[in-house]
């Protein structure tokens, strides 16, 4: 990945941040592949103005159209549950600011990631490419339609869904190849369970990584 010349060079106070942040994630997560991409990815350039001093902050935080880009903390426990290998096809279901498929593709071959909103699709599109990540490819998706993803593309090594499901959706697990993996919030509206799906041969098995806060994942199947 090659950033553009065009990228303006990380603040002083935002260096200073972002090293704090990634001091705090690797006591309490460790050291790894996953927290030394995430700490590549600037961030600072996919919240709106007014919350990029925030942006290094351990949280979540608003961005277009009441949608969130996740806590960092989260996208690493995420990112890490995928296990993912430089040959790996990823699925990003909610690509928001691009930030988590902006971590995915440094970790994996290629990452296709959908968007409802044609707004916020074509923001993160066009952000993806500025920063230089061009293994991935960002698709809008229609409300309407009965299934969730992009099956036209499957079987993915890997999926991460960056909003809340009040059940493991089917359309999604049919998309996994054999032994993938599926990260996805599950539960209520308010307060779900990161659930870790693996599909065998024998059925799923299912992992409760801890209780997470995302906003719902809508269209069929969701919301």
């Known amino acids: 990945m090659s950033i553009s010349a065009a990228v303006p060079p990380l ?29 590549t990815v ?8 007014e919350y ?18 996740s806590q960092p903390r989260i996208v690493a426990e995420m990112t890490s549950a995928l296990r993912l290998s430089p040959s790996d096809i990823v699925l990003d279901v909610g690509t928001g600011s691009g930030y988590q498929a902006a971590v995915a593709s440094l970790l994996a071959d290629s990452v296709v990631s959908v968007e409802l909103v044609p707004e916020i699709a074509d923001r993160a599109a066009c952000r993806l490419q500025w920063l230089g ?13 009965d299934i969730l993803g992009r099956p036209q ?12 499901a009040p059940s493991i959706p089917d359309s999604l697990v049919s998309q996994l190849r054999e032994f993938g993996r599926m990260v996805i919030p599950v539960g209520g509206r308010d307060h779900q369970a990161l659930t870790c799906v693996t599909r065998t041969p024998h059925g799923l098995e299912i992992q409760d990584l801890g209780p997470c806060q995302f906003v719902p994942l809508l269209g069929h199947e969701a919301w």
């Open 153 to 164: 593309e499957s079987p993915y090594d890997g999926i991460v869904v960056a909003a809340a």
């Open 133 to 145: 990540y061009h293994n991935v490819k960002v698709h809008r998706v229609d409300r309407a339609s």
């Open 42 to 49: 600037r961030r600072d350039l996919m919240v709106p103005d």
């Open 11 to 39: 603040e002083p106070e935002l260096e200073r941040a972002r090293a704090a942040l990634f001091m705090d994630l690797r006591q309490r997560l460790g050291n790894g592949v996953v927290l030394d991409a995430m700490e």
């Open 52 to 69: 990029r001093d925030r942006s290094y902050d351990d949280t979540s935080l608003p961005i277009e159209r009441r949608q969130t880009i």
